[in-house]
């Protein structure tokens, strides 16, 4: 079971970033999946979701309108998108990508976690 993010970076306020997570194992094709962050001194929290077909999507109030989830089932590996436009300071956190027992914001849901890519937005 492994999940790995990728395409952290830093990045000006209004720029863009696309993160990545290839999740091999072939439970994850029937998994949700999701993006989760944390900032310093903050907790875990929700930033998007997306059912196993990837046709429905579930985004945190905070991101939506600016961030995209996405996915592509092949064969036995999920590759796993987070598009990130506009972004703010505030959205400066690590990111992980997991896997999720029942699609939703719950981290009570979360099966598997990915090791996490950085984000920082500053000028």
């Not at 863009?16 to 944390?38: D, E, H, I, K, N």
């Not at 900032?39 to 998007?48: K, L």
């Not at 109030?61 to 996405?70: A, E």
Request: with cysteine; glycine share 12%.
């Amino acid at each position: 079971v492994q999940l790995v993010e990728s395409g952290g970076g830093l990045v000006q306020p209004g720029g863009s970033l696309r993160l990545s997570c290839t999740a091999s194992a072939r439970t994850f094709r029937t998994s949700a999946m999701g993006w989760f962050r944390q900032a310093p001194g903050s907790s875990r929290e929700f930033v998007a979701a997306i059912n196993s077909g990837g046709v429905s999507t579930y985004y945190a109030d905070s991101v939506k309108g600016r961030f995209t989830i996405s996915r592509n089932n092949i064969r036995n590996t999920v590759y796993l998108y987070l598009q990130m436009n506009n972004l703010k300071p505030e959205d400066t956190a690590l990111y992980y990508c997991a896997s999720q027992y029942t699609f939703g914001p719950s981290l009570a849901d979360v099966g598997s976690w990915g090791q996490g890519t950085q984000v920082t937005v500053s000028s």
